[in-house]
């Protein structure tokens, strides 16, 4: 089992441009997050869902959008990047219990 | 306003000695209580839990200790190992809510000297 993969694992973008982040388990899991991490500030919950075709917001959404399609897999989308999202992003997923398995991260820069 | 806090930055401590990490939460909806260990380039993987009902929970070298008056809770790491030298993240939660209300704290830097 792969576990929690994340594509791309680093990216650099320039003010404005848009870019998808990818996230896929193969645990069956139903919950999954999209967190990022900035220094001092621990994780922190961008949006989550908690089944296929379900999405929600968490404690920091705004600039971003998500889907899931599929059971599967978490899309995270930046419309109009900005350097305040220059930050490591993860993935995770979780059974209905809270223990969460996370992805290894994708950096990016936002210039 | 920062819900769950780990006060201290980073930790240094020699090999075989004993790791404290402290974690403090201000919300008393929380009921479940995690750790979890990032090493760099990775993503955080899950160490040990502990549910309100109890105030230790223990799995090999690490313990958790759970004082619920004083909204305080410890990871204990005995014997330290060089490849204990992590970040580790503090969580808290409201248990059967799948994970969307965890409250991460901020991380403490743990160095195992050897």
């Known amino acids: 089992n792969a576990g929690v993969t994340q594509t791309p694992k680093f990216r650099v973008l320039k003010t404005g441009q848009s870019m998808t982040l990818l996230c896929a388990q193969d645990?069956?899991?139903?919950?999954m997050y999209w967190y990022r991490q900035d220094p001092g500030m621990g994780l922190r919950l961008i949006h989550y869902?908690?089944?296929?075709?379900?999405?929600a917001k968490g404690e920091v959404p705004d600039g971003y959008n998500v889907s899931r399609l599929k059971k599967q897999n978490f899309l995270l989308g930046l419309e109009s990047a900005a350097p305040s999202q220059t930050s490591v992003y993860f993935c995770?997923?979780?059974?209905?219990?809270?223990?969460?398995?996370f992805g290894p991260g994708t950096r990016l820069t936002v210039l | 306003d920062q819900q769950v806090k780990q006060n201290s930055p980073s930790l240094s401590v020699q090999e075989g000695r004993i790791s404290i990490l402290n974690c403090d939460y201000t919300n008393s909806m929380f009921d479940y209580f995690l750790w979890y260990k990032k090493y760099p380039a990775e993503g955080p993987t899950f160490l040990i839990s502990?549910?309100?009902?109890?105030d230790k929970n223990e799995d090999g070298r690490f313990t958790v200790f759970l004082n619920k008056s004083a909204k305080h809770l410890s990871l204990h790491i005995v014997p330290s190992q060089p490849g204990d030298s992590a970040v580790y993240f503090c969580a808290a939660s409201e248990s059967n809510t799948g994970g969307f209300k965890t409250i991460f704290g901020a991380g403490t830097r743990l160095f195992v000297k050897a």
């Open positions: 502990i549910s309100s009902i109890k």
């Open positions: 995770a997923s979780s059974r209905l219990g809270n223990e969460q398995f």
């Open positions: 645990m069956n899991h139903e919950y």
């Open positions: 869902s908690v089944g296929e075709g379900t999405t």
